[in-house]
């Protein structure tokens, strides 16, 4: 038979015993994390080789090369385009948001909004078919 002692731990130590021990004892359970503590297995060092210095290096030599290293005059056109996408949507979202709290806002300051979003619509010009839609309630 195993000699047996008393081990005094706060109040709040034991309620957490308690609560996580499943079915175990709490000799057991305490033992179970003991020994899982113990036996845990040190990982290897966080380090790089010399190899893996390499690769990255050329890698980033690659990248590098490309001969596009400035966006293009339609890329710009399109990066624009889905911005002012973009904001539209924050608008309305807010707008919709604002709507669904139920605080009613100005109808001025509504009309303001519409002719915004009405200039931001046409800005947009024909889509492209690269839009998300995102339903929400």
């Known amino acids: 038979m195993a000699e047996k002692r008393m081990l005094i731990m706060p109040g709040e130590l034991v309620n957490k015993i308690n609560d996580n021990r499943g079915d175990l004892s709490q000799a057991d359970f305490i033992n179970f994390l003991i020994d899982s503590h113990l036996k845990e297995e040190v990982k ?17 030599k690659k990248l590098l090369s490309t001969d596009s290293k400035y966006a293009t005059k339609e890329e710009m056109q399109v990066f624009q385009q889905d911005t002012k996408r973009l904001l539209k949507s924050f608008v309305d979202f807010f707008i919709g948001y604002g709507l669904e ?8 300051d509504f009309a303001e909004l519409t002719s915004k979003l009405a200039e931001l619509d046409s800005d947009l010009g024909p889509e492209e078919g690269r839009e998300v839609k995102i339903k929400w309630k």
């Open 44 to 60: 290897e060092p966080g380090y790089v080789t010399g190899e893996e210095i390499q690769a990255l290096k050329q890698d980033i």
């Open 101 to 108: 709290l139920g605080k009613e806002s100005p109808k001025t």
